[in-house]
């Protein structure tokens, strides 16, 4: 079975710094991880992904995750941090098996200050 | 290509009231989704369609019903709601089973009373 573990239910950032937001998978394998990131009163929006190709995901928005086998982790990190990043951001592993179901969690809340 | 859309945005029902809530794309994708976000949760499968005329249940189906009977809708009904049902519904799409990244609509805020 597939998990993560978002390490931070909140991450308070000056705007300018920079963000790491923590995510660790529990799997007997590799995953499919995905960031998601969603806005107030928003849908989801996809930031990047990792399906087994490169290590270091490059996504949108500045952002990029490094998936760490040796550690089981998928941070997600941009070195400058910008108002329109408040946002609550999901780390998110997928069964691919029928359906290709994503399974969230919790999520981590970003707040950034001026 | 207004990827995926949902209607309505908002609606309030009384319980034991019906109603279908309605997802469209236009990316021509094969798979599609509902879930259900709670405050202060993430998101939980209902439903999900591999393909036109297929539906699955989710980890929460009861108290829903899914049909796809047009590759580009999926429809989620709640045939007789109950307030345990008020929530933010999003339906998602992937394009096939290999091109795996969902693309959400913009959610559907539902109140029961």
């Known amino acids: 079975a597939q998990s993560v573990t978002q390490l931070d239910s909140h991450v308070s950032v000056s705007e300018g710094t920079p963000v790491l937001l923590r995510c660790n998978y529990s799997s007997s394998y590799s995953p499919s991880l995905f960031w998601y990131v969603q806005h107030p009163n928003k849908g989801l929006q996809l930031l990047l992904k990792y399906t087994s190709a490169a290590t270091l995901v490059k996504g949108i928005n500045g952002f990029e995750a490094e998936f760490k086998k040796s550690e089981t982790s998928f941070h997600l990190t941009k070195p400058s941090a910008h108002m329109s990043d408040a946002a609550e951001y999901f780390c998110v592993p997928m069964i691919k098996a029928a359906g290709n179901k994503l399974t969230f969690g919790g999520g981590t809340r970003v707040l950034v200050k001026p | 290509n207004a990827g995926v859309t949902q209607t309505p945005k908002f609606r309030v029902l009384k319980t034991g009231q019906s109603m279908t809530l309605l997802c469209a794309q236009d990316m021509n994708h094969e798979y599609m989704y509902w879930y259900r976000q709670d405050p202060g949760m993430g998101l939980r499968l209902i439903h999900y369609s591999v393909g036109e005329g297929t539906t699955a249940k989710g980890e929460v189906p009861d108290g829903y019903n899914v049909s796809r009977l047009k590759k580009q809708n999926f429809l989620l009904g709640l045939e007789s709601a109950a307030p345990s049902q008020t929530s933010v519904y999003f339906c998602?799409?992937?394009?096939?089973?290999?091109?795996?990244?969902?693309?959400f609509g913009p959610g559907t805020r539902l109140t029961v009373t």
């Open positions: 998602a799409s992937s394009q096939s089973r290999n091109r795996v990244e969902q693309y």
